[in-house]
């Protein structure tokens, strides 16, 4: 059966976006297929269907995804009634609803629809969709007491219409009234009540955004200086030194295109992170000469340059009342959206709430967004050695902002903010550290030759050695200023986890350091052991791997069902390579009884139930397998890459195991979500080994 829930309000304004989002990023850890449907629709295309569509890859028809647009249902409102319109709207949706677990359904916006009795059409449709309601109330600009008030108000609104109501969101209320109308909704409402505080950045418009606003030209820019949010407005006229006193941070400098000196300050204020702007938008239809602009590339690059034809002074009224539009172009917006609902929103007791029903399928993303959720559960400290890379300073924007762990990033500082700056990336709640200046270089180089004096390393060397990235990192982590590390996205495999091997060492019941990669497959995750660190184990290296690679499955919800591969089944092969899979699994099924073990096995009877019934009709594991051990390194890592590239599967790793810490290796080629899994899982590590 279909399990819907309806996302309204009760007046425009009120940003329920954020729990529009929130609430499809909670449907996607738990149900493979989700729909949506917005009953009412202004045109086409809806923006927040876009989002949705392309940040959560729905295969979903656009077409298929609203009712009608305001005009037509106005028309069959007045000429046919309330109950015409509302059947045809139940037979779209229905429609929707046989093809998905779950469907999302968005309320109507009550901006400019002509409709009577807006609330009460959705209270409707809510009840003959069969949809628990989430009612949404904006709190903008008003006292904690009438902010609670409305949200009583709005709660008795839709439970006299014969609602189910499962929570009830007060968003954008003034952070230091949150937590009193918390309380007080807590004690007067019968249902969870969720308030959210207000986040100036999802209000900004983004400089793209102004630039459509005002049909602007750009003249200089790439796209991520265009994605930045503009939280300020600065009207230049006066000299540079007055101006150079009022710039804030993230603000967009408003100057006369003829004011050539006012736009190099700006940039030349923003390159120094003195402090970094989001742009300058030039008025009058003026524009710098070549060289100013060339001038401008140079010392502040991507950064966007806007020109306008308008004076300055409308110029300036006009961005008074835009405001910020999540959307598929604004992927910044939307990480801080789903920050802000979920720090403030219990998810799985929302899931709950709403009955959302349990896939028993394990997408990609279901998985993705169960790693930051359980990442996200209890934040640990996370150490990125790269702080000067553009990936690694995505990445760590994107993790700040969802709130996924706490992070340090490791580099000379000032290179550090200057390349966030290029890039539009806010760094306020991430700690830097320049390994050649730091005040831990001393106390560090002192441990690293207390650990390595049997190899004859002095004081002084050891000096030298920490100041490099990784061993600094490697040494906060084995200190406890961190609990995790993540590097190689620059970096050589070697050169990430030598420094762990040299420091942090192994635990006590492992005898090597391995690694798996979590291979996310289009209804499953299997995981692959050892595909990136060990050439060629030997049978006990082999089954510690084993062993080590099921717990790490565990760990992260995949039941382990071993199997131990070679290029024979069972009794069917000799030979030095079938013995030593063979010596292995005996070994793992001597120390850990407890596990579900097969080998040697080959590749196709492990995964393939036809196959494994033909070859090994009796075995529990074959045809069922969801942890591999690959018997070396070379036939490993080709498969886990054969697999990645044939077969369009997500590789998350490699993730090292054995360590008494965390500490884990990126690809070099490794994109910014992968680094975003690397970290989360990196957390999750750390919270296990606690």
């Known amino acids: 059966m279909t399990r819907s829930v309806y996302v309204t309000g009760i007046e425009r304004g009120d940003g329920r976006q954020v729990v529009e989002l929130g609430v499809m990023e909670l449907l996607t850890r738990r149900v493979d297929r989700v729909g949506v449907f917005r009953p009412l629709l202004h045109e086409a295309p809806d923006r927040l269907f876009d989002l949705l569509r392309v940040r959560y890859r729905l295969a979903q028809d656009p077409a298929t995804a609203f009712g009608m647009d305001y005009r037509e249902a106005s028309a069959v409102q007045a000429e046919l ?107 007067r409402l019968p249902v969870p009540c969720h308030v959210l505080p207000d986040e100036p950045s999802l209000a900004a418009p983004t400089v793209a955004q102004i630039g459509q606003a005002l049909d602007g030209t750009v003249l200089l820019g790439d796209e991520g200086g265009l994605s930045r949010d503009a939280m300020d407005f600065v009207i230049g006229g006066a000299m540079l030194p007055n101006l150079l006193a009022a710039l804030t941070p993230g603000c967009l400098v408003v100057t006369p295109g003829d004011r050539a000196d006012l736009v190099v300050g700006a940039l030349a204020a923003h390159s120094a992170s003195t402090p970094p702007i989001a742009g300058v938008l030039l008025t009058l239809g003026e524009r710098p000469g070549k060289e100013i602009l060339a001038l401008a590339a140079r010392l502040a690059p991507g950064t966007p340059v806007i020109s306008v034809e308008g004076n300055t002074f409308p110029t300036a ?17 939307a990480e801080t959206a789903l920050g802000l609902f979920e720090r403030f929103t219990d998810g799985g007791a929302l899931l709950d709430l709403i009955s959302a029903p349990s896939s028993t399928r394990v997408t990609p993303m279901m998985f993705e967004n169960r790693l930051l959720e359980q990442a996200r559960a209890v934040p640990r400290r996370v150490v990125l050695p790269e702080g000067t890379e553009e990936r690694i300073l995505r990445a760590a924007e994107v993790l700040l902002r969802r709130g996924v762990c706490e992070l340090t990033l490791l580099g000379p500082l000032d290179q550090i903010r200057k390349r966030a700056a290029d890039l539009g990336i806010d760094l306020a709640d991430a700690r830097l550290v320049d390994p050649a200046t730091s005040d831990l270089r001393e106390r560090f180089a002192e441990r690293y030759a207390q650990l390595r004096a049997h190899r004859g390393v002095s004081k002084e060397l050891a000096y030298d050695v920490v100041a490099d990235v990784n061993y600094f990192g490697t040494l906060m982590v084995e200190q406890g200023f961190a609990d995790g590390m993540v590097s190689g996205s620059v970096h050589s495999t070697a050169a990430t986890i030598r420094p762990a091997f040299e420091i942090i060492k192994t635990r006590p019941d492992a005898s090597i350091v391995s690694s798996v990669f979590f291979m996310c497959l289009a209804d499953t995750v299997l995981v692959y052991g050892d595909c990136a660190v060990n050439p060629d184990p030997d049978a006990e290296q082999l089954a ?30 000799t030979g030095a390579d079938v013995d030593k899979v063979r010596a292995a699994t005996e070994l793992v099924h001597a120390r850990r009884p407890d596990l579900s073990t097969e080998g040697p096995i080959q590749y196709d009877a492990a995964v393939e139930p036809t196959v494994a019934a033909a070859k090994l009709p009796l075995s529990e594991v074959a045809g069922r397998a969801n942890v591999l051990i690959f018997p070396d390194l070379n036939t490993g890592n080709n498969t886990y890459k054969a697999v990645q590239r044939s077969a369009g599967a997500v590789a998350v790793g490699p993730v090292l195991q054995g360590l008494r ?14 680094i975003v899994n690397t970290v989360a899982i990196t957390a999750i590590q750390a919270q296990q080994s606690e």
């Open 317 to 333: 009224t006009r961005l008074q009342v835009l405001e910020g539009k999540l959307s598929a172009a604004t992927p910044r917006k």
């Open 81 to 187: 009634g309330t109950d015409e319109l509302v059947s045809r709207l139940v037979e779209r949706f229905t429609e929707v609803a046989r093809d998905y677990e779950a469907v999302l359904v968005l309320g109507t916006d009550y901006a400019d629809t002509q409709l009577p009795d807006e609330l009460a059409l959705n209270a409707r449709l809510a009840n003959e969709f069969g949809a628990p309601v989430l009612t949404v109330v904006g709190g903008r600009g008003q006292a904690d007491g009438s902010v609670a008030a409305e949200a009583r108000n709005a709660f008795r609104a839709y439970q006299s219409l014969g609602c189910e109501i499962a929570a009830v969101y007060v968003n954008r209320v003034a952070a230091s009234d949150r937590d009193a109308v918390a309380a007080e909704l807590a004690e």
């Open 661 to 674: 810490k965390p500490v884990n290796d990126l690809s070099r080629g490794a994109l910014v979500g992968d």
């Open 544 to 573: 510690d791997i084993a062993i080590q690679s099921a717990a790490t499955a565990e760990r992260f919800g995949v039941e382990p069902r071993i199997a131990m591969l070679s290029y024979s089944t069972g009794t069917s092969g």
